[in-house]
């Protein structure tokens, strides 16, 4: 059976039966009061972190200083949590082809742009942003940092007691010593529940979020399927057995994905409220940087994820770049079969808009590898559209 | 057992090999190939190497200015040696390969093992190198956790199927214009024994 088969029974009968979600009620919306300073050492000293950690990253090269695409993402977060919390947040899209947001504790919210490459909607870019907003708004990083010490504390004091247990002997000391082992173990996964508990927490506010947003909450979970059915992609193409997405290990620091997205699930469902996507939004904001995120999504060699993102992007309906992407990524990978699907790619995307040089280079660069000798004449086109391009003269002596 | 523990302790050597200076205007084999060089200045060559058929040499420290030589990788094989295999694995080289593919593979492979997607390659031009139909490349990156600005040269060419390839990198700051002409140097009086 494929992975991804057993994946969506294993959901299927947990949404069924109820077993893998407890369904807590979506809680109400805390309130709020704007211009929060920290309080206490704690807070403040993990502000002064990330204040550092900030004034250091603003300038970092992986961030993308583009200020209408940083008030696209404002304008969601607003949208999101609303025209009042939105207030603390300072956005930053960092270039990461990876599926990830966070939120720092002092507002500072990183965006990867493989999250905008992969959300189909503004609906579903929303529920992440919300949940990270929920860590922030919950307070998480001073909770998380106050359980880790206190844990960090009675690990290290069992310890002391079961060395000194072990070093003065007695009848009792193996009693001891196994009682220390004990408590420090239990300390240590202590902390990595408790961060499972603050995703719960998150999850459970991101929809509270959604709930009072115009935004339709189904495509909450939604974008957890797409992430299991990208990693079973990946796995299934790298032949290797696909992660076991049921449960959560000794040190998983989230919940299994299959209880999330069975609770998120649950939760959309109970709350049936209808609401918007977005989409026409997302894709007219995202447009100009769609070519380059797909560009380095394909650099990161893993032909089957991406071959999925692109065919999910696509839908039933293939537009001309991402047409040419899928040929690229046949291209790069280069086996006999993958050579002529890219020829077949470019020349769609000729097809569709014959003034596009890059894809008569691809068609050319393609059939050249797989000793067509049309690839010459695709070339020569290349060249005579774009005499200027920076590998003119490398591609001139190929042809020659 | 001891005399296995000690196999192995030897066995792990040449991974803790010191670096051993690069004498100038000697011509030196260089990555166990049959490629060779002639540096008209001191160079050191690193102990531990990027991959099985390379080798990097450095004058100041290998984060300041680097040239790494790949002396003949074969197909199917990566440029580096793959740090996490299962979950980044890096592209590999083929055969059938056109010229133009080398610096895009050169890319991908820097990308994931630097993992970085700050890296863009500048500009692609035909060259020659030892004695064959190459390609000159230049290229632009930084690593995240450092932010370093870093440039960097290329130049390949296939020999008998096999990637024969030395590129240099160095932060733009200062290193680079001082120590391209040194790398320069050293692709021009590059040669191959057949």
């Keep these: 059976m494929w992975p991804g088969q057993w994946r969506r029974a294993a959901a299927a009968v947990a949404l069924l039966t109820g077993v893998a979600a407890h369904a807590e009620p979506i809680p109400s919306l805390p309130p709020y009061s704007g211009a929060y300073q920290p309080q206490g050492v704690d807070e403040r000293g993990i502000w002064m972190e990330f204040d550092e950690r900030e004034r250091s990253f603003r300038d970092s090269t992986v961030v993308i200083n583009d200020a209408p695409l940083k008030a696209y993402v404002m304008q969601v977060v607003c949208r999101t949590v609303g025209a009042a919390r939105c207030q603390a947040v300072r956005p930053y899209i960092v270039r990461d082809t990876s599926l990830n947001a966070s939120m720092a504790a002092n507002g500072m919210m990183i965006v990867h742009t493989g999250l905008l490459l992969r959300a189909r909607d503004e609906a579903e870019l929303a529920s992440i942003l919300g949940h990270e907003f929920a860590h ?244 020569r086109t290349y060249l005579t559209m774009k005499p200027a391009a920076q590998d003119a003269a490398m591609i001139a002596t190929l042809i020659q | 057992m001891r005399w296995f523990c000690a196999i192995l302790l030897a066995a792990a050597q040449p991974a803790l090999a010191a670096n051993t200076l690069v004498a100038a205007h000697v011509p030196v084999a260089v990555a166990r190939s049959p490629m060779t060089v002639t540096p008209d200045c001191e160079w050191n060559r690193m102990g531990a190497r990027p991959g099985r058929r390379s080798e990097s040499w450095t004058i100041d420290g290998d984060g300041l200015n680097e040239v790494t030589f790949y002396g003949g990788i074969e197909p199917d094989r990566t440029l580096f040696r793959e740090v996490d295999k299962h979950s980044k694995p890096l592209p590999r080289f083929s055969r059938t390969m056109l010229l133009t593919d080398i610096p895009a593979l050169f890319e991908s492979s820097y990308r994931i093992a630097l993992n970085t997607p700050v890296m863009t390659i500048e500009t692609i031009a035909s060259a020659r190198f030892l004695g064959e139909k190459g390609v000159a490349f230049t290229y632009t990156y930084a690593r995240v956790d450092e932010e370093v600005r870093r440039r960097g040269d290329g130049v390949a060419a296939i020999v008998d199927g096999r990637l024969f390839m030395i590129t240099f990198d160095a932060p733009a700051i200062f290193f680079y214009d001082r120590d391209a002409p040194a790398y320069r140097a050293i692709i021009a009086k590059a040669a191959i024994a057949r």
């Design chain 1, 136 to 379: 922030f708004e919950l307070r998480h990083s001073l909770h998380g940092f106050r359980h880790d010490r206190t844990a960090g504390g009675i690990a290290a004091w069992a310890s002391v007691a079961g060395a000194a247990a072990w070093a003065y002997g007695g009848r009792s000391a193996y009693d001891t010593v196994r009682v220390a082992r004990s408590v420090q173990t239990s300390a240590i996964g202590s902390t990595y529940a408790h961060t499972r508990d603050q995703e719960r927490q998150a999850d459970l506010l991101s929809m509270a979020y959604l709930k009072a947003s115009p935004y339709d909450p189904q495509r909450f979970p939604d974008i957890w399927d797409q992430l299991l059915d990208e990693k079973d992609a990946t796995a299934h193409g790298r032949r290797q057995r696909s992660t076991r997405y049921d449960r959560a290990g000794f040190t998983d620091d989230h919940p299994s994905t299959i209880e999330r997205t069975t609770t998120l699930r649950q939760l959309a469902l109970a709350m049936n409220k209808p609401g918007e996507d977005g989409k026409e939004r997302y894709d007219a904001a995202l447009a100009p940087w769609r070519a380059a995120w797909l560009s380095d999504e394909i650099k990161r060699n893993d032909f089957a994820g991406t071959d999925f993102i692109l065919r999910r992007m696509a839908g039933a309906q293939w537009s001309a770049d991402l047409l040419f992407a899928r040929g690229e990524l046949y291209r790069a990978r280069g086996h006999p079969r993958d050579l002529v699907a890219a020829a077949g790619f470019y020349r769609e995307v000729i097809a569709r808009d014959p003034t596009r040089a890059e894809a008569y280079r691809g068609l050319g660069l393609a059939q050249l590898r797989s000793r067509d000798a049309g690839g010459v004449a695709a070339l």
